[in-house]
């Protein structure tokens, strides 16, 4: 099993402020995915990257695969407390039916 | 309309019980999953089926067995329920890149 590890895996900090979380494989990954999680529902699919180097925004996020294709990273700008939640990146292999595997995430807390 | 649904949404139950928790997709997606997340939160997927190929993930105990009655729908049978399977359940679909979860199933064993 190719490990994915998440840092940090707690993260709390003010409305407003900027914020980055890590994923990291010590293999390449064929493309990788980004989810938000919230208290009593599943995980919901934010972004898919497949291009080593490529970036991807949705609104406040930019989403950062490395040029290696073992890395990517979540930038949140100017946080609100709705960004609140647990935040998993997860590597699938082309789509097959192998389904995904997952980090063990990054608990984040935006305070008011 | 909601994509990925599965019931019921808390199941507590006995050691040693029977149980399963029922899913449907209505995406038209070719592939159905089961995930366990942890009390940590930690997602581990369980099997995947395909095109009634079904891949098992090896630490899977065999006193689970998915059921798929057709491309829409994959449900979850558990045997003799252990206090360690107390989790929550989540059922996803999938299009390619594209998956979608349902909102889990908390299963508690007493």
């Known amino acids: 099993t190719q490990l994915l590890e998440q840092s940090p895996q707690f993260l709390s900090i003010q409305e407003g402020e900027n914020l980055t979380v890590y994923c990291n494989s010590s293999s390449v990954f064929s493309s990788l995915q980004w989810y938000r999680q919230e208290p009593g529902e599943g995980p919901v699919l934010l972004v898919t990257?497949?291009?080593?180097?490529e970036v991807k925004k949705l609104k406040r996020l930019t989403f950062q695969f490395g040029d290696a294709r073992k890395d990517s990273s979540l930038h949140i700008t100017a946080a609100q407390p709705g960004d609140t939640g647990l935040y998993l990146c997860?590597?699938?292999?082309?789509?097959?039916?192998?389904?995904?595997?997952f980090g063990k995430g990054t608990h984040l807390i935006i305070q008011p | 309309d909601t994509a990925v649904s599965q019931t019921p949404k808390y199941l507590v139950t006995q050691m040693g019980n029977d149980k399963s928790i029922k899913c449907e997709q209505n995406l038209g997606h070719d592939t159905m999953y089961w995930y366990k997340q942890d009390s940590k939160k930690f997602l581990k997927i369980m099997f995947s089926?395909?095109?009634?190929?079904?891949?098992i993930n090896e630490t899977v105990p065999n006193r689970f067995s998915p059921k798929s009655p057709d491309k829409a729908h994959l449900n979850l049978h558990i045997n003799s329920l252990e206090l360690g399977d107390s989790a929550v359940y989540f059922c996803?679909?999938?299009?390619?890149?594209?998956?979608?979860f349902g909102s889990g199933t908390r299963l508690t064993v007493v």
């Open positions: 997860a590597r699938g292999e082309g789509g097959g039916a192998d389904g995904l595997t």
């Open positions: 996803a679909s999938s299009l390619g890149h594209g998956y979608t």
């Open positions: 990257v497949v291009t080593g180097g």
């Open positions: 089926y395909n095109n009634k190929e079904l891949i």
